[in-house]
């Protein structure tokens, strides 16, 4: 975190799903899960700074981010300034990077960044836990966000357990150019017949090693989108002819290229960048 007079800023990490098991539907409407969720160096710039007066004032220049209430961060600052008891007027900027609507949580870190600089801003003080016991009530990945690293996620997605890091491993990231809506996926993976029960969560936690860790990330919501979308099908298959393991992040449509070879990568990567314009290489961290 960088400090000037009164302006906080910090990036805002993008995270993938090595993991997502749906363990089933609940009475509230939400869905049980299970995630190893993991943070990625692919990253938003969020920045807090003191208003004279009592406005919290989204600025951001990146088309298709909304700046009034829609977004997370306004949100999450005003509920911020309501539970604290708060009065004080905030400008966010947002310097966005991550893509949006892809399933890599951008909108939850940007949030959960907001909150970390505000609780620093407005000399709060909150605990981590407080933080992420509000955070929860912004949506399911916040709490995620604010802690990040590696982390088994379960109920809606909001406990978050730290678990053995994985950070380092290289990964592709390709999202093609439409955005997923995530209650879309849900409602179709409510509608297939033979649901998946396969506890990839489980099986990661309590490998012996990482060899073949590859082979053990696993998304139950895949065959939803690749259904409605048949690029992401297609994605996934093309990146398993170069020589990868392609898996589904969140519910997409961002598509994970997982390769041992590193020259098979960099070859993947420039492929996919001259079709897709949003292709990254990022580290988990
Ligand atoms: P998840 O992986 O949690 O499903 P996502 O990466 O798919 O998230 P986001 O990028 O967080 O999706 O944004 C989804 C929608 O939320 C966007 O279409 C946008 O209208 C809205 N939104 C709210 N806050 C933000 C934000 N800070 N940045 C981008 N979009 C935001």
Sequence with gaps: ?????????????????????????????????????????????????????????????????????????????????????????????????????????????????????????????????????????????????????????????ERIEAVQSLAGLTVLLVKPPFGVSTPEIYKGFDRLENKPLRQASRRLLERQSQDGLFALFHNDLQEVTAGLYPEVGELIERIAGMGGRGVMTGSGPTVMGLFTDSAEMQRARELFARQYPETYVVRTI
């Design 1 to 157: 975190m960088h400090v000037e007079t009164g302006v906080l800023e910090m990036p805002a990490y993008a995270k993938i799903n090595i993991t997502l098991d749906v363990l089933g539907l609940r009475s509230d409407g939400y869905h049980d899960v299970e995630m190893i969720m993991q943070s990625v160096d692919l990253h938003d710039i969020v920045r807090v700074q003191r208003r004279k007066d009592d406005a919290i004032v989204l600025h951001s220049d990146t088309p298709g981010v909304p700046l009034d209430e829609r977004n997370l961060m306004v949100r999450a600052a005003s509920l911020l300034r309501r539970e604290a008891g708060g009065e004080s007027g905030v400008d966010l900027t947002l310097g966005k990077r991550i893509p949006i609507a892809a399933g890599l949580a951008g909108g939850s870190a940007d949030a959960a960044a907001t909150l970390h600089l505000l609780n620093r801003l407005w000399s709060l003080e909150w605990p981590l836990s407080r933080l992420m016991d509000l955070g929860a009530r912004l949506g399911s990945d916040v709490p995620f966000c604010l802690q990040g690293g590696t982390a088994l996620a379960s109920g809606r997605g």
